[in-house]
């Protein structure tokens, strides 16, 4: 019995598929858009018009090929992270292909070099506050929706993903908590609310109303067209709210910010660095210790001091 399909065309559908069915809704859309970059740039310059082509390219002519790929990202100035990130895109589909027997070919190209978290301190506290003013300063519905969303994201440290997935049925006000779906993993997971998430979310809630569904949604004029806000919808939101305060940040600037500060507030109520992992949620306490290190800018501290060594106003002139 064949259990997988024959012809070339069955088996790029296939491939596909199950490739992006096999991740999260957050890295499925990102990889969608990644695969589509990658076909715009084969169909261009290589007119390759389609998977099955692809598929049968010979391992120089694949690689050959990725190589143009990210030569061409790099020349339009892409991040490096950004660069790095569709090219694995492009690589895990290949490995797929190779599990499936779809193809022997392997891609050879290496990622670009790249430093991860460079900004680890988002907006900085002044300027989230002034967020926070600002948002509630719109309309009594928008005010009260975009205030429980940085509440929540700075609060709680929440990725993007994490938020916008949230329904009504993961807040549980009683038990003091809402459940999200972590990066990487299968299952939900509790946090604890603080009471000025709890506060945040009763008032949004209580406009919203409590119909099962996405806990944050557009705010379009008709409420029966209302859909469950998406991570482009809440990039914009708080980028705009960021420029209302003459700050540039994203969603994942507010997460940034938010383990900043909780290292800080770590250290100075006797809680060990280990335990801010429960915060941020990162696997690693290498990850972590990055936004340690950014905040204590040893750096900076090193360099006055070096400079203090020699001032010059105390020069002899003579």
């Known amino acids: ?74 020349e339009k100035a892409f991040s490096p992270s950004t660069v790095n990130r569709r090219l694995g895109a492009v690589r895990s589909l290949f490995k797929l292909s190779r599990l499936l027997g779809f193809t022997s070919v392997r891609i050879e190209i290496s990622n670009i070099k790249s430093e991860s978290y460079r900004d680890t301190k988002g907006p900085g506290l002044p300027a989230f506050k002034r967020m926070l003013s600002k948002a ?5 519905e928008k005010a009260a929706r975009d205030h429980a969303i940085l509440r929540l994201l700075f609060d709680l440290a929440l990725r993007a993903s994490e938020l916008i997935e949230l329904d009504l049925c993961h807040v549980e ?11 990487g993993r299968t299952q939900r997971e ?23 569904g996405p806990l944050f949604a557009n705010l379009v004029r008709a409420t029966n067209q209302r859909k469950r806000l998406t991570r482009t919808g809440l990039y914009k939101l708080i980028r705009w709210l960021g420029q209302q305060v003459d700050v540039k940040t994203r969603p994942h600037g507010v997460r940034h910010l938010s383990i900043t500060e909780a290292c800080k507030a770590a250290q100075n109520n006797g809680f060990a660095l280990e335990e801010v992992l429960d915060h941020s949620r990162h696997k690693s306490i290498v990850t972590l210790m990055i936004y340690r ?18 001032l010059e106003d105390k020069i002899d002139q003579s």
């Open 190 to 212: 509790f946090l604890s609310l603080p009471a000025t998430s709890i506060e945040a979310l009763k008032r949004w809630i209580a406009i919203r109303g409590f119909d099962a």
């Open 293 to 310: 290190d950014r905040e204590r800018d040893a750096q900076g501290a090193i360099s006055t001091l070096v400079a203090n060594t020699i």
């Open 1 to 74: 019995m064949n259990l997988l399909p024959i012809t070339a065309d069955a088996q790029a559908a296939t491939l596909i598929s199950t490739f992006l069915s096999s991740k999260g809704p957050a890295t499925r859309e990102a990889y969608r858009q990644d695969l589509k970059c990658f076909q715009s740039y084969l169909l261009k310059v290589h007119q390759i018009e389609s998977v099955q082509r692809l598929l049968s390219l010979l391992p120089g002519e694949l690689n050959f090929a990725v190589l143009g790929y990210r030569d061409h990202l790099v």
């Open 173 to 183: 006000f009683e038990q003091k908590r809402v459940s999200i779906k972590g990066k």
């Open 136 to 140: 509630a300063s719109q309309s009594y």
